[in-house]
Nanobody, 127 residues
């Protein structure tokens, strides 16, 4: 059974920081692209950030570029999302996801390209 478990969400004031973690178990994703998505109430799930299997390339939504940083530790089968300068509009449930391909990825920002998902962690930014 494959599990992706997010942690690190919470309530923070605008301008603050949070670091999300996503630990994988049941399968190694060290050769797969991984990403973070978010979903606010009444909205579709949106791409936030993604990272290739070897960390050589990272990708960000324009709304978070320069404020968020995605990274991974393949030795721990874990991916992180450092979120700085948080804004109220960043409030959402944040999901970790992984593609099943090895040593390649497809449409790294596409929700449908990810085969494994975590249960989500709530991030709330107060003004």
């Amino acid at each position: 059974q494959v599990h992706l478990v997010e942690s690190g969400g919470g309530l923070v004031q605008a301008g603050g920081s949070l670091r999300l973690s996503c630990a994988a178990s049941g399968r190694t994703f060290t050769t797969s692209a991984m990403g973070w998505f978010r979903q606010a109430p009444g909205e579709e799930r949106q791409f936030v950030a993604a990272i290739t299997w070897n960390s050589r390339s990272t990708y960000y939504a324009t709304t978070v570029k320069g404020r968020f940083t995605i990274s991974r530790d393949n030795a721990k089968n874990t991916v992180y999302l450092q979120m700085n300068s948080l804004k109220p509009e960043d409030t959402a449930v944040y999901y970790c996801a992984a593609q099943s391909g090895t040593y390649y990825y497809t449409d790294i920002s596409g929700v449908r390209e990810y085969d494994y998902w975590g249960q989500g962690t709530q991030v709330t930014v107060s003004s």
